[in-house]
Antibody
């Protein structure tokens, strides 16, 4: 069945980097974009950006430009979200979700990865 | 950027009630809107896509309507498992934007 499986929780210090992953299965990987959504503790959902595994391209929300990188590896069917210098307010659960337009927007989500930034 | 204004932010309701949640877009988004349910500590689940199409497996008491700038999620005969937070998402243009969420609490 269609699944997005994310990597496990991370605990990092401010200024550190972290790379979390989202591995797809059960569908043609390059046919779908992968989005990343952030949810800070007790807060709502926030769209961060989208990766196109077929083209290897990324579009980021302005807020995250310069602070995060999204990449993909078609050989492992995995999309990555990397932070280069974590801040305390990056503490959140990060979800990946897929879409290919039409009626498939965000029909499948990963289970979420908790990133905790603490000194 | 398109702003999505969702209301109310919190509501109290009883089992059996009819619940209506609204999302208003700051500009025309056609029917490029989805609704999600998120229970505490769980992954969001899609309920409605294309503004009014019911996701497979979702109970028929959930329905969506609207187009352009005004959208509604209706839950007919609220059930105990429906107490959760609901979000709308516009995917008409980037950056995608979510509504602020509506928490449906037990009265």
């Amino acid at each position: 069945q269609v699944q997005l499986v994310q990597s496990g929780p991370e605990v990092k210090k401010p200024g550190a980097s972290v790379k979390i992953s989202c591995q797809a299965s059960g569908y043609t990987f390059v046919d779908y974009y992968i989005h990343w959504v952030r949810q800070a503790p007790g807060q709502g959902l926030e769209w961060m950006g989208v990766n196109n595994p077929s083209a290897g391209s990324t579009r980021l929300a302005q807020k995250f430009q310069g602070g995060v990188t999204m990449t993909s590896d078609t050989s492992t069917r995995t999309v990555y979200l990397e932070f280069n210098s974590l801040k305390f307010d990056d503490t959140a659960v990060y979800y990946c979700a897929r879409d290919r337009g039409y009626d498939d927007w965000f029909d499948t989500w990963g289970q979420g990865t908790l990133v905790t930034v603490s000194s | 950027d398109i702003q999505m204004t969702q209301s109310p932010s919190v509501m109290s309701a009883s089992v059996g009630d009819r619940v209506t949640i609204t999302c208003r877009a700051s500009q025309d988004i056609s029917n490029h809107l989805a609704w999600f349910q998120q229970k505490s500590g769980r992954v969001p689940q899609r309920l409605i896509y294309a503004a009014s199409s019911l996701q497979s497996g979702v109970p028929s008491r959930f329905s969506g309507s609207g187009s352009g700038t005004e959208f509604t999620l209706t839950i007919n005969s609220l059930q105990p498992e429906d107490f959760a937070t609901y979000y709308c998402l516009q995917h008409n243009s980037y950056p995608l934007t979510f509504g602020g969420g509506t928490k449906v609490e037990i009265k």
